[in-house]
C-alpha cells in the first residue's frame, strides 16, 4: 500500500476539481488531484456543449444579466437555490471567468468580422468553438493547466472511502489505482468531495461508465448532510437508438448565429414543443420541455423511452451547420439532414441536489470535508458554476487549514476498507457478475423512479432494491481475481455506491410530497410553495436517518403563486 502526505487531496478532475486545485496552487497550497478517469477527459464536464454568459460579460447588457439570474434561480433551480451564491457566482463568470478563460487561450467561436458568435435573445451562450462541443477544448485547456502548475495527479485511481481521525473529521481518503490494482491511503488536512452528479443510475443516463454516485455514497458512511437528492434533471431529446448514443442530444435551445432550433414531434406527426412558440425567451428548454412530453405521453402519443422525434427539419442545413455539430448525428445515423427527424427518449442527465453544504465555504456537515461542483447541492449545475465552486471551495479550504492539525487518520479504518475492497474481489463458481447487478439497479430506478413516480412506485423501488441487496449483491463475484486492471472489481465496489445512493434518492422522492419542475409525483402533482419552496435536508442518526426542512432566500425572485398544477407552470 502506498501513504501518501498532502495539505488537500482533490477527489475529480472535472471543471470543479480542476479549478480547485489551480486555485490552491496559486495560493500556494499543496494538492493532489485523485481521480476515477483521467484528469479533464472523464465526468460531465467534457459534454457541455456551450457556455451561457451570465452578468454583464462579453457584451451582455443589464437585461440580459437579470434575465439570466432569473433563468439560472427560476427555470434552472425552481427555487431550490442560494440566490445571494447565484449573484456572487454571476459577478464571478462576469469578471473572472471568461477574461481568464480568453486570456488561457481558449477560442470562442467569432464570425467573419471577429465579432463572437453568440446565440441570439435574452440568454445567450458562446461555443468553443462549436456548439455541442464546447467541453472538449475547454477540459483540454484546464488539463494543460494542471498539468502546466506541476499539481501532484493520481489518475485512473477510484476513491473508495473517504477516511476519518479519531475526533470523526475527515482527514484523507482511501483509493484503488486500477491499472496496478495498488492501494493508496492520502493523508490530508481537507478532503474537497468533486465526483459530480451525472451519475449513471438509470437504464438511460448521460452520466458515463465511472459515475456511480461515488461522492454521495462516501459522504454519507462519514455522516454528512444530504439535501433534495430528489431533483433529478432529464434531457428530453436524447437519441433513442443505438443505446451508446443516449448522451447525444438535439438541444432545444436557438443555435449560434441563429434564433431557430430543434422542433419535436409526437408519434401522430404533430409538433409538440417548438421553442420559438412555446419558450421563446428561451429561459429554460429541459423543464418546459419535459412538461410537454409528459402531457404526450399522458395522451399516449408519446413514451418515455422513444416514439417520439426531434430535428431540424424547419431550418436550412447551412444554418445548423455553420457554428453547430447538430447536423452530424443525422448524418452518422444515415438520416437525410436536415429533412430527417431522429426517434429521441428521455435520458437521466443531472442531480440538482446532492451533498449539504454552505455555500461560502463549500463546507459539508463533517469537519475536514469540502465539496465542490455539481456533487454539491446548493445549485444545479452548468460548468461555469462547477468552475466558481472551485475557487469558493479553494478559499474556504485556505481559510480553515489553520485551524486543521496534521493529524494521521485512524488506523481501524484503512484495514476496515482494505478487507472490504478484498471481498469485493472475490469470485465463486455460481456468482453474480456485478454488472448485471448494476444493469438490475438501472431498469428499477427507470422504471420506478422515472419522470413520473408515487408512493407506491417509490416503496415498490426500495423492496426491490432490498431483496437486488439480499439475492445479488450477496452472491455477487468477480471472474477474474487479478488486482491489475480489473474493471469487474471496480463495478462491484461502484455496485455498492449505487445502492446506497439510490436509497437516499428515493427516501428523499417519498418526503418530497409535491411536483417541482422536473420532479413529478403522480400523487401530489400540485408544486406547492407554501410547504415545499423548502430544501428537503436528509441527515444521518444514530439508528438510520430523518429529514428536516429549510426556508430558502427569496431576496432577488420569488414565485407568484402558492399551489398550482406543476405541469401548467411554465418552470
Ligand atoms: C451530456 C451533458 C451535457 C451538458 N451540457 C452542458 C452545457 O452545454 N453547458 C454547461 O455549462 N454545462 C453542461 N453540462 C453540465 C456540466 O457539464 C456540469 O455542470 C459540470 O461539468 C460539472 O462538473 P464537475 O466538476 O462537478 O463534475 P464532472 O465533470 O462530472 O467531474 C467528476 C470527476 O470526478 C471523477 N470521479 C468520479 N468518481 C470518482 C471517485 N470515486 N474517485 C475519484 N474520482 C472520481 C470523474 O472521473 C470526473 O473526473 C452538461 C452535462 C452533461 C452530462
Given at each position: 500500500?502506498?501513504?501518501?502526505?498532502?495539505?488537500?487531496?482533490?477527489?475529480?478532475?472535472?471543471?470543479?476539481?480542476?479549478?480547485?486545485?489551480?486555485?490552491?496552487?496559486?495560493?500556494?497550497?499543496?494538492?493532489?488531484?485523485?481521480?476515477?478517469?483521467?484528469?479533464?477527459?472523464?465526468?460531465?464536464?467534457?459534454?457541455?456543449?456551450?457556455?451561457?454568459?451570465?452578468?454583464?460579460?462579453?457584451?451582455?447588457?443589464?437585461?440580459?444579466?437579470?434575465?439570466?439570474?432569473?433563468?439560472?434561480?427560476?427555470?434552472?433551480?425552481?427555487?431550490?437555490?442560494?440566490?445571494?451564491?447565484?449573484?456572487?457566482?454571476?459577478?464571478?463568470?462576469?469578471?473572472?471567468?471568461?477574461?481568464?478563460?480568453?486570456?488561457?487561450?481558449?477560442?470562442?467561436?467569432?464570425?467573419?468580422?471577429?465579432?463572437?458568435?453568440?446565440?441570439?435573445?435574452?440568454?445567450?451562450?458562446?461555443?468553443?468553438?462549436?456548439?455541442?462541443?464546447?467541453?472538449?477544448?475547454?477540459?483540454?485547456?484546464?488539463?494543460?493547466?494542471?498539468?502546466?502548475?506541476?499539481?501532484?495527479?493520481?489518475?485512473?485511481?477510484?476513491?473508495?472511502?473517504?477516511?476519518?481521525?479519531?475526533?470523526?473529521?475527515?482527514?484523507?481518503?482511501?483509493?484503488?489505482?486500477?491499472?496496478?490494482?495498488?492501494?493508496?491511503?492520502?493523508?490530508?488536512?481537507?478532503?474537497?468531495?468533486?465526483?459530480?452528479?451525472?451519475?449513471?443510475?438509470?437504464?438511460?443516463?448521460?452520466?458515463?461508465?465511472?459515475?456511480?454516485?461515488?461522492?454521495?455514497?462516501?459522504?454519507?458512511?462519514?455522516?454528512?448532510?444530504?439535501?433534495?437528492?430528489?431533483?433529478?434533471?432529464?434531457?428530453?431529446?436524447?437519441?433513442?437508438?443505438?443505446?451508446?448514443?443516449?448522451?447525444?442530444?438535439?438541444?432545444?435551445?436557438?443555435?449560434?448565429?441563429?434564433?431557430?432550433?430543434?422542433?419535436?414531434?409526437?408519434?401522430?406527426?404533430?409538433?409538440?414543443?417548438?421553442?420559438?412558440?412555446?419558450?421563446?425567451?428561451?429561459?429554460?428548454?429541459?423543464?418546459?420541455?419535459?412538461?410537454?412530453?409528459?402531457?404526450?405521453?399522458?395522451?399516449?402519443?408519446?413514451?418515455?423511452?422513444?416514439?417520439?422525434?426531434?430535428?431540424?427539419?424547419?431550418?436550412?442545413?447551412?444554418?445548423?451547420?455553420?457554428?453547430?455539430?447538430?447536423?452530424?448525428?443525422?448524418?452518422?445515423?444515415?438520416?437525410?439532414?436536415?429533412?430527417?427527424?431522429?426517434?429521441?427518449?428521455?435520458?437521466?442527465?443531472?442531480?440538482?441536489?446532492?451533498?449539504?453544504?454552505?455555500?461560502?465555504?463549500?463546507?459539508?456537515?463533517?469537519?475536514?470535508?469540502?465539496?465542490?461542483?455539481?456533487?454539491?447541492?446548493?445549485?444545479?449545475?452548468?460548468?461555469?458554476?462547477?468552475?466558481?465552486?472551485?475557487?469558493?471551495?479553494?478559499?474556504?479550504?485556505?481559510?480553515?487549514?489553520?485551524?486543521?492539525?496534521?493529524?494521521?487518520?485512524?488506523?481501524?479504518?484503512?484495514?476496515?476498507?482494505?478487507?472490504?475492497?478484498?471481498?469485493?474481489?472475490?469470485?465463486?463458481?455460481?456468482?453474480?457478475?456485478p454488472a448485471r447487478v448494476k444493469e438490475a439497479v438501472r431498469a428499477l430506478m427507470w422504471d420506478k423512479v422515472g419522470v413520473e413516480k408515487d408512493a407506491a412506485s417509490l416503496g415498490a423501488a426500495l423492496e426491490e432494491l432490498a431483496r437486488i441487496r439480499r439475492d445479488l449483491v450477496a452472491r455477487m463475484g468477480v471472474r477474474r481475481t487479478a488486482r491489475a486492471c480489473n474493471y469487474e472489481w471496480l463495478d462491484a465496489i461502484d455496485v455498492v455506491n449505487m445502492i446506497d445512493s439510490c436509497e437516499l434518492i428515493v427516501h428523499s422522492s417519498l418526503e418530497r410530497q409535491e411536483s417541482r419542475g422536473p420532479f413529478m409525483?403522480?400523487?401530489?402533482?400540485?408544486?406547492?410553495?407554501?410547504?415545499?419552496?423548502?430544501?428537503?435536508?436528509?441527515?444521518?442518526?444514530?439508528?438510520?436517518?430523518?429529514?428536516?426542512?429549510?426556508?430558502?432566500?427569496?431576496?432577488?425572485?420569488?414565485?407568484?403563486?402558492?399551489?398550482?398544477?406543476?405541469?401548467?407552470?411554465?418552470?
Open positions: 500500500m502506498k501513504v501518501l502526505k498532502t495539505d488537500v487531496v482533490i477527489v475529480g478532475g472535472g471543471a470543479a476539481g480542476c479549478y480547485a486545485a489551480l486555485s490552491l496552487q496559486r495560493m500556494g497550497i499543496d494538492a493532489i488531484i485523485v481521480c476515477k478517469g483521467l484528469v479533464g477527459k472523464s465526468g460531465a464536464s467534457i459534454f457541455a456543449g456551450n457556455l451561457v454568459v451570465s452578468g454583464r460579460g462579453l457584451g451582455n447588457s443589464d437585461e440580459q444579466a437579470r434575465d439570466t439570474a432569473e433563468f439560472l434561480i427560476k427555470y434552472h433551480n425552481q427555487f431550490l437555490i442560494d440566490q445571494q451564491w447565484a449573484r456572487r457566482c454571476g459577478q464571478f463568470i462576469e469578471a473572472v471567468y471568461y477574461p481568464e478563460l480568453e486570456e488561457a487561450g481558449l477560442y470562442l467561436r467569432r464570425d467573419d468580422a471577429g465579432e463572437m458568435v453568440m446565440s441570439p435573445g435574452r440568454i445567450r451562450s458562446v461555443a468553443a468553438n462549436v456548439q455541442g462541443n464546447s467541453g472538449i477544448p475547454f477540459m483540454d485547456l484546464r488539463r494543460k493547466q494542471v498539468i502546466r502548475a506541476g499539481i501532484a495527479r493520481l489518475e485512473e485511481t477510484a476513491v473508495t472511502a473517504l477516511l476519518r481521525r479519531a475526533d470523526g473529521s475527515v482527514g484523507g481518503v482511501f483509493a484503488l489505482q486500477t491499472m496496478t490494482g495498488e492501494y493508496v491511503v492520502v493523508g490530508a488536512r481537507a478532503v474537497i468531495l468533486a465526483t459530480g452528479y451525472s451519475d449513471r443510475l438509470h437504464a438511460r443516463s448521460t452520466g458515463t461508465r465511472e459515475m456511480s454516485a461515488d461522492g454521495i455514497a462516501m459522504a454519507w458512511r462519514v455522516g454528512a448532510a444530504m439535501v433534495n437528492l430528489e431533483m433529478q434533471w432529464w434531457h428530453t431529446n436524447d437519441i433513442a437508438d443505438p443505446p451508446s448514443w443516449q448522451r447525444m442530444q438535439v438541444y432545444p435551445n436557438p443555435m449560434l448565429g441563429s434564433d431557430k432550433s430543434a422542433r419535436m414531434v409526437n408519434s401522430r406527426g404533430e409538433e409538440f414543443f417548438n421553442q420559438q412558440q412555446d419558450d421563446p425567451l428561451a429561459y429554460g428548454p429541459y423543464t418546459v420541455q419535459l412538461k410537454a412530453l409528459a402531457k404526450q405521453v399522458r395522451a399516449g402519443a408519446a413514451r418515455y423511452d422513444g416514439d417520439y422525434f426531434a430535428g431540424f427539419d424547419h431550418c436550412d442545413a447551412r444554418e445548423v451547420d455553420a457554428y453547430t455539430s447538430y447536423g452530424k448525428i443525422y448524418r452518422q445515423l444515415g438520416l437525410r439532414f436536415p429533412e430527417g427527424l431522429v426517434e429521441t427518449a428521455v435520458t437521466a442527465h443531472y442531480r440538482q441536489g446532492g451533498i449539504d453544504v454552505d455555500t461560502r465555504t463549500m463546507r459539508a456537515s463533517v469537519p475536514g470535508l469540502y465539496v465542490a461542483g455539481g456533487l454539491a447541492g446548493h445549485s444545479n449545475g452548468l460548468i461555469g458554476l462547477a468552475t466558481y465552486d472551485g475557487k469558493v471551495v479553494a478559499e474556504g479550504v485556505a481559510s480553515d487549514l489553520p485551524l486543521r492539525d496534521d493529524v494521521d487518520v485512524a488506523a481501524g479504518d484503512i484495514a476496515a476498507e482494505e478487507s472490504r475492497l478484498e471481498r469485493l474481489r472475490a469470485s465463486a463458481p455460481d456468482a453474480v457478475a409525483r403522480r400523487d401530489f402533482p400540485d408544486q406547492d410553495n407554501e410547504r415545499w419552496l423548502r430544501a428537503n435536508v436528509l441527515l444521518r442518526t444514530q439508528n438510520g436517518r430523518r429529514f428536516e426542512q429549510r426556508p430558502y432566500d427569496l431576496s432577488l425572485f420569488r414565485p407568484d403563486f402558492t399551489v398550482r398544477d406543476n405541469l401548467e407552470v411554465a418552470w
